[in-house]
């Protein structure tokens, strides 16, 4: 069976996405091979037969702006951290999605571990939301007090969402509005390949609802 040439054109850029990311020189993509899937014709059998335009979120503006970074395994660690910290060079409050942000890494020292997150954060900060999960497991009590302790230093406004129901790690950045998905949670950034992707605003807006329900229900 000969396939649609909608669904040809797809394979082709994932093949050739493929390609480019098992070659040695990719370090970081840029969303172009998507712009070729921003508008399909779809065949409507609901509106007699006519075709209609299919879009998805990363349509025009969002393409021209959005940039993925690919932190390429184990050594990266610096670099995803340098990454993230320009994206909240201007921030003046952060919402952290991240259920094991508080346990630290595995392999490192707590002091170090909280070290990072200090140099991470800048001056410009005034409130931290943290959704975490609740659950000891997910938690180093060393590292949770150190924390504290940063905030109360330098008199940032913390507080702290136990929750379960958030799986992806999403940082969101204000006043400039700005939500990035991060593929790992902080605590293994750089030990295996994942992307931090900046949100498109429909996204942010729909997921930030989301959250809005978990304070809601948090404080019922």
Not at 50 to 78: H, M, P, Q, T, Y
Not at 150 to 158: F, L, Q, T, Y
Request: with cysteine.
């Amino acid at each position: 069976m000969k396939k649609k040439p909608e669904k040809e054109l797809t394979l082709n850029i994932l093949r050739n996405l493929v390609t480019e990311m098992e070659s040695d020189s990719f370090d970081d993509i840029s969303i172009r091979g998507f712009s070729s899937l921003i508008s399909i014709s779809v065949y409507d059998h609901g509106s007699g037969g006519s075709r209609s335009e299919a879009r998805c979120n990363f349509s025009k503006e969002d393409c021209a702006k959005i940039r993925s970074e690919l932190l390429v395994g184990a050594g990266s660690k610096n670099q995803a951290i340098a990454y993230l910290k320009e994206r909240l060079k201007e921030a003046q409050k952060i919402i952290i999605c991240d259920p094991y942000f508080l346990k630290g890494y595995n392999n490192q020292q707590p002091h170090e571990y909280i070290s990072t997150i200090d140099n991470l954060i800048t001056e410009k900060v005034m409130e931290i939301e943290l959704f975490v999960n609740g659950d000891s497991r997910y938690l180093n009590d060393t590292i949770a007090s150190a924390f504290n302790d940063i905030c109360e230093n330098r008199k940032i406004k913390v507080t702290y969402w136990k929750t379960d129901k958030i799986h992806d790690r999403v940082w969101i950045v204000s006043p400039e509005d700005k939500g990035y998905v991060v593929g790992t949670s902080f605590n293994g950034l750089g030990n295996k390949c994942a992307f931090i992707l900046e949100l498109p605003t429909d996204d942010l807006v729909t997921f930030s609802k989301e959250l809005e329900s978990i304070r809601k229900s948090s404080n019922a």
